[in-house]
Nanobody, 123 residues
């Protein structure tokens, strides 16, 4: 059974840091990434990594602050979030994709999702 489990969310002051983790099980994925959904907003792309071609992509507003990394052999992805802003407050979801292609920002293209972990940044 495919399962993605996130951890690392919490409450942090603006300017602080958090590190999210996601462990996938049940199969091997080609791409892994992170989306988020803020209160009253639609779920949006944050960052993704393509394992085989070693490429990473980011939402523009998090570039320079967030870093995605992971361990392909362990189906594990991390999101290091630095200089957090109040606007980063959201439920963060881990996503995984079996397609052998570049990762995409389109959420419907991703195969599997975690339950989400809450990130709250105080202003």
């Amino acid at each position: 059974q495919v399962q993605l489990v996130e951890s690392g969310g919490g409450l942090v002051q603006a300017g602080g840091s958090l590190r999210l983790s996601c462990v996938a099980s049940g199969r091997t994925f080609y791409n892994m990434g992170w989306f988020r959904q803020a209160p009253g907003k639609e779920r949006e792309f944050v960052a993704a990594i393509g394992w085989s071609i070693s490429v990473t992509i980011y939402k523009d507003s998090v570039k320079g602050r967030f870093t995605i990394s992971g361990d392909n052999a362990k189906n594990t992805v991390y999101l290091q979030m630095n200089n957090l802003k109040h606007e980063d407050t959201a439920v963060y979801y881990c996503a995984a994709d079996v397609a052998r292609r570049l990762p995409t920002i389109i959420q419907s293209a991703w195969d599997s999702w975690g339950q989400g972990t809450q990130v709250t940044v105080s202003s």
